[in-house]
């Protein structure tokens, strides 16, 4: 692990706070962490400049919108036609939450949702119809049993790196 790519229990104690309430002040976390304001804003830039916050904005449950269905969909590319190009076209479909170049049996893994089992059909049929994809796996999910999360990811990151002088 390199310095650049490390972070310690300050940070994982900040990046925690601003997951379980997102919408707190920098002034706020100064205070509830015991640190001046200056420290929680440098931190925040240093986190956000090196990638490891990717943004402050709210998590959205498809669900809830009307998008009950998730499926994941392994596709085959035809080679000549390149990752990017693919990827650009998916983009352009709303239902394609993520898409993912990957090894093995696939080219791509798409993270996908839709309103019903028709409608992933209807969205299948859209991603099939991009130029270079040649085959969709599709395989639904019947229920969450983890969510998205990165907490315990950071909180073992910094356990790594061990406490830091402020």
């Known amino acids: 692990m390199t310095n650049s790519s490390a972070i310690d229990a300050l940070d994982a104690r900040l990046i925690a706070l601003l997951e379980a309430e997102p919408r707190i002040g920098v002034l706020e976390c100064a205070r509830r962490l015991g640190v001046a304001r200056g420290t929680v804003q440098a931190r925040l830039d240093k986190l956000a400049s ?55 049996v696939g080219d791509m893994l ?20 991009s130029e270079g994809v040649l085959r969709a796996t599709t395989v639904i999910a019947l229920a969450e049993q983890i969510p998205h999360r990165t907490l315990p990811l950071v909180r073992a990151a910094a356990e790594e790196r061990g406490p830091r002088a402020e």
């Open 50 to 104: 090196r990638g490891v916050v990717r943004d402050f904005g709210p998590r959205v449950d498809p669900a809830p919108l009307g998008y009950p269905v998730t499926a994941f969909v392994t596709l085959e590319l035809r080679q000549a036609v390149g990752h990017q190009r693919v990827a650009e076209r998916l983009a352009d479909i709303p239902e394609v939450l993520e898409a993912h170049t990957v090894t093995g």
């Open 110 to 129: 798409c993270r996908i949702v839709a309103r019903t089992n028709a409608g992933l059909q209807d969205v299948i049929d859209r991603v099939l119809a």
